[in-house]
């Protein structure tokens, strides 16, 4: 399948979302929650309709083929994935992280993402051994400009630092 815009996408994903509120989806509601025109829903809808990925009877409710409801899954975990990385890694406020999450989901590399993810995986497996983990550090960064890691010729104080871990081999 080639690929949908940006705007198919956030539809993809409002319906995948009110869908598991409310159980079905009405082009009002999705009106409502994009905060669009009942007549744009309509257009997108036949637009995606046209791909494969929704099916509706006239005035009806809103449902998913397989393929539409495995390619909103994707889009919704790409989109908790950004959205946990800016502020759980970043400390990023958690409404400009969702604004964030919104934009970056549609435009990052496959690669990218890939990688991102397994940088979470990562840190979330082995951030903490001993001590206060890098994230806290780095939060306390953020807020001081001041780290607690001090370095003496060549070698660093914090124990999960990059550095730190290539002296131990």
């Known amino acids: 399948m080639e690929p949908i ?6 539809y993809l994903e ?25 007549p744009s829903v309509v257009k997108s809808l036949t637009k995606l309709k046209a791909k494969g990925l929704v099916v509706q009877e006239p ?4 449902e998913f083929t397989s393929q539409g409801k495995g390619l909103a ?10 959205k946990s990385f800016l502020t759980q890694i970043l400390s ?8 964030d999450a919104c934009r970056i989901e549609h435009v990052i590399n496959p690669q990218t993402f890939k ?21 806290h550090k780095f939060k306390e960064y953020l807020t001081t400009g001041k780290t607690t890691c001090r370095r003496k010729k060549g070698k660093s104080s914090c124990p999960d630092s990059p550095k730190s871990r290539r002296e131990v081999k």
């Open 5 to 10: 815009s940006a705007s198919l996408e956030n």
């Open 14 to 38: 409002c319906i995948y979302f009110l869908h598991e509120k409310n159980k079905f989806v009405r082009v009002a509601d999705l009106a409502q929650s994009l905060k669009v025109k009942r």
């Open 59 to 62: 005035y009806g409710h809103v």
């Open 73 to 82: 899954e994707k889009i919704t975990k790409k989109h908790r994935i950004l």
């Open 92 to 99: 990023v406020d958690e409404r400009i992280a969702e604004e």
């Open 115 to 135: 990688n991102l993810t397994k940088f979470i995986e990562f840190m979330g497996l082995h951030g903490s051994r001993t001590g206060p983990p890098w994230p």
